[in-house]
Antibody
């Protein structure tokens, strides 16, 4: 089956760090760009970060709200994407989804994981 | 920064047609995606590249994009269409390149 499975969420104090992982199966990971998208409780979707596939240099982009605090990476040998989050704030509390870009000429997320919850609280 | 504006809610009776709009500056020049999200579930793309329907999405669901408004149209609405719908684009000039609209809650009366 084609699927994305997130892990690593939990309760963390403000200012601390957390690392999320997205394990994929059922498709050739290295062919696809990947993204993290979050959703605060009762709110809408907010894009967090993306990483292009190795053919495009695995370059990264970040939302202004997380730039300098979060780092997205990928391990193509293990078919895993990571999101390293540091200096966490209460406003980072959200469900974090891993998503696959479909690979076309614009960004369209055709496969999503079920999400992992991150709660930032004292 | 580029902004996408959606109505917070749309209501429609079963069997009728629902239209969800997504307004943005010259959005007609961009590629628009639409996602459906049901309670407790991850989003699912229902329209990509303005009007493309991914495999498994019924023909009742369609998209259009012109000028300053993109529209998601759901014909012969069913109870199972009740969900939140989000539009999304890529914008090179924004600090945050992937832009989502605020979402629209579709209620089936």
């Amino acid at each position: 089956d084609v699927q994305l499975v997130e892990s690593g969420g939990g309760l963390v104090e403000p200012g601390r760090s957390l690392r999320l992982s997205c394990s994929v199966s059922g498709f050739t990971f290295r062919f696809y760009a990947m993204a993290w998208i979050r959703q605060a409780p009762g709110k809408g979707l907010e894009w967090v970060a993306l990483i292009r596939n190795p053919a495009f240099g695995a370059t990264t982009e970040y939302a202004a709200s997380v730039k300098g605090r979060f780092t997205i990476s990928r391990d193509d040998s293990a078919s895993v994407a990571h999101l390293q989050m540091s200096s966490l704030k209460s406003e980072d509390t959200a469900v974090y989804y891993c998503a696959r870009d479909s690979g076309g000429s614009s960004w369209s997320f055709d496969l999503w994981g079920q999400g992992t919850m991150v709660a930032v609280s004292p | 920064s580029y902004v996408l504006t959606q109505p917070p809610s749309v209501s429609v009776a079963p069997g009728k047609t629902a239209r969800v709009t997504c307004a943005g500056s010259n959005i007609g020049s961009k590629s628009v995606q639409w996602y459906q999200q049901k309670p407790g579930q991850a989003p699912v793309v229902v329209i990509s590249y303005n009007s493309g329907r991914p495999s498994g999405i019924p023909e009742r669901i369609s998209g259009s994009n012109s000028g300053s408004t993109a529209t998601l149209t759901i014909s012969r609405v069913e109870a199972g269409d009740e969900a939140d719908y989000y539009c999304q684009v890529w914008d090179d000039s924004s600090d945050s390149h992937v832009i989502f609209g605020g979402g629209t809650k579709l209620t089936v009366l």
